[in-house]
């Protein structure tokens, strides 16, 4: 029988973020400290709408490019929160969560060839979503001391003449960086010199900690080379309602558009009606979960240096990144004994790419009860294994 797969597909790398909670859903009395999913449930109002629209009978196909009413309401949001302007009738497209909308953008955009810059650590989706659209992922390896941010002199040494695209992770899964204006503006000027775009992946934007999120769409001459994809799954707790959006120059939403037509017909109708009043009268329930996270994120922080474990501290998102390296293990070593050990479950850096080596991603997306004791399995750890480099 011939090989009935595609070759570039069986060359993909399964996610190396599930490798290990796949083990801890069987393990008595272990934590998980890896999936990025908050554990809030979406605020009862929100949850009301869907199941209204369902009494009302709203089962049927909206629009392809999404209910009327939620586009009006993604572009009230997105310019009340971040002064960021668009129009509804053909420069915002609803999609099935951000991760179709980072699929739909790379298919839309690239040729075979063109070349796709990915900043590393990173989602995990951007490599092989750029890869199955013939792009060719360029990586950006980012630097702990600049606190995972990229730089403008990084990004002009990446860019050939076939680079098409820059993916801009901030706030960033898994290190928790965030560009300031200043960073944004310095690479803004890079892209407008070398006439590339963005697809800029704002979806952690509502959960900053330092300040306010600042888009690339906001720098002068940034909106029309820009994709901005964004969705309620992290900001709101709508993680299953597989809820996202994609805004942008029209000629490239309307090809978008096209492919997601084919492929999808359009986001779930119950998730779209929720999703209006999740925008409309949302805001105060975000910022509580921000409140939440931030006293999380503070409380990592101090047990950190309390162990003296290094950690720059992230402003952005819900997840730490702290530094191993002084154990003389992979990531991926650290991660497998500390669960086999303590029985917690972390993600190994490398996850996210080569450039995480030495690095654990740890969600704070879970209670302060649960983070207690899994910090205090992780000191037992670490103590552990500083008395066995003692001994040689």
């Not at 009302?56 to 009230?76: D, H, M, P, Q, W």
């Not at 951007?126 to 060719?136: H, N």
């Not at 002199?153 to 860019?159: G, M, T, V, Y």
């Not at 096209?258 to 999703?275: D, E, G, R, V």
Request: charged share 25%; glycine share 6%.
């Amino acid at each position: 029988m011939r090989n009935p797969l595609a070759d570039k597909a069986a060359a993909l790398k399964p996610s190396g973020i599930r490798k290990f909670f796949d083990i801890v859903s069987e393990m008595k009395d272990a934590i998980s400290l890896g999936v990025g999913e908050p554990d809030f449930d979406t605020p009862w109002h929100i949850r009301d709408e869907g199941i209204y629209s369902l009494e009302k009978g709203r089962t049927f196909y909206t629009s392809n490019a999404g209910l009327k009413e939620l586009k009006v309401e993604i572009c009230e949001y997105l310019k009340r929160r971040f002064s960021v302007s668009y129009a509804y009738q053909d420069e915002v497209l609803v999609t099935v969560g951000g991760s179709e909308a980072i699929d739909l953008a790379l298919r839309a955009m690239l040729n075979p060839g063109d070349e796709v810059l990915i900043p590393q650590p990173s989602y995990v989706s951007y490599e092989p979503c750029a890869i199955l659209a013939d792009g060719v992922p360029v990586i950006i390896n980012l630097k702990a001391e600049n606190e995972f941010r990229l730089t403008a002199q990084e990004l002009r040494d990446a860019i050939t003449d076939r680079t098409k695209i820059l993916i801009l992770p901030f706030p960033n899964n898994p290190t928790g960086a965030i560009m300031e204006r200043k960073n944004l503006e310095e690479i803004a000027e890079v892209i407008r010199e070398k006439d590339i775009f963005v697809i800029s992946d704002e979806i952690y934007g509502e959960l900053t900690y330092k300040e306010k999120h600042v888009s690339i769409v906001n720098i002068p001459g940034m909106q029309e080379r820009t994709i901005l994809i964004n969705g309620l799954s992290k900001s709101h707790a709508m993680t299953g309602w597989r809820l996202g959006y994609a805004c942008g120059p029209k000629e490239i939403i309307a090809q978008m558009l096209k492919i997601h037509q084919y492929a999808i017909m359009c986001a779930p109708t119950t998730s779209q009606y929720a999703a209006v009043d999740a925008l409309k009268n949302g805001d105060e329930d975000v910022q509580q979960m921000r409140e939440a996270y931030n006293q999380r994120r503070r409380y990592l922080m101090y047990a950190f240096r309390k162990m003296g474990l290094d950690c720059f501290e992230p402003y952005g998102a819900f997840y730490v990144f702290p530094c191993i390296k002084e154990f003389g293990m992979t990531s991926e070593e650290f991660a497998e004994r500390f669960l086999a050990e303590e029985k917690v479950a972390v993600v190994p850096g490398t996850a996210f790419g080569d450039s995480g080596e030495g690095f654990l991603r740890i969600s704070y997306a879970y209670s302060l009860e649960n983070l207690k004791e899994a910090i205090g399995r992780l000191e037992r750890f670490v103590h552990r294994l500083r008395e066995e480099q003692k001994k040689g």
